[in-house]
């Protein structure tokens, strides 16, 4: 019987043990976790401030090492597309765009984004699907209206690119007190 009772202590002992070292363990992957999270946090940071100052190179790097902390983060993916676009890197660009979507495929802004940079690739038919669907996530999108109205131009369809451009305005208009 007294080797029962030592037996059961010894098992709750260990019991006790490998809980504590498997609450350790959790806690220390939390720990990192956050502090990757705040590494990655800190690169994207670091990536919006270098785009303000126009460095779009430098934003490009920041924003490359947030997503390779954090590589499923959509508006990671989208700001380096931004800046992949302002260095006039298009392919680029819309390959960043494309993840975003794929991330985040309700988010109004990588759409846009991506009609923005097939619009300079003079992709008009493509230019025109994504801001359509940025307009379909954000009726109140005056650069989608407008982007998709630039297309339609380009592709000589006036009426179209009016209506589009009409609405952009009323959009602001509706915004103004009067």
């Given amino acids: 019987m007294h080797h029962d009772s030592t037996q059961r202590a010894t098992n709750q002992r260990v019991a006790v043990l490998v809980s504590f070292a498997a609450l350790l363990v959790v806690l220390a992957g939390l720990w ?22 126009g460095d779009h190179f430098k934003a ?3 924003y490359s090492e947030a997503i390779r902390q954090e590589p499923d983060w959509a508006q990671a993916y989208n700001n380096r597309g931004e800046a992949h676009g302002a260095l006039g890197n298009f392919s ?25 940079a097939y619009l300079e690739q003079r992709d008009f038919n493509r230019a ?23 297309a339609y131009a380009q592709k000589g369809q006036k009426e179209k690119s009016l209506a589009d451009f009409e609405k952009a305005n009323s959009i602001i208009n509706s915004d103004k007190p009067f």
Avoid: C, W
Wanted: cysteine-free; glycine content about 8%; aromatic content about 8%.
């Fill in 32 to 53: 990192g976790s956050s502090r990757l999270l705040r590494g990655a946090q800190n690169a994207f940071d670091e990536g919006l401030r270098y785009q303000k100052q």
């Fill in 60 to 62: 490009v790097t920041s």
């Fill in 92 to 116: 680029r660009a819309i390959e960043d765009f494309d993840r975003a979507i794929d991330l985040d495929p309700h988010a109004a802004i990588p759409y846009l984004n991506r009609g923005d």
């Fill in 128 to 150: 025109i699907l994504d801001y359509s669907e940025a307009i379909a996530l954000d009726k109140q999108s005056v650069a989608a209206y407008r982007g998709r109205g630039t």
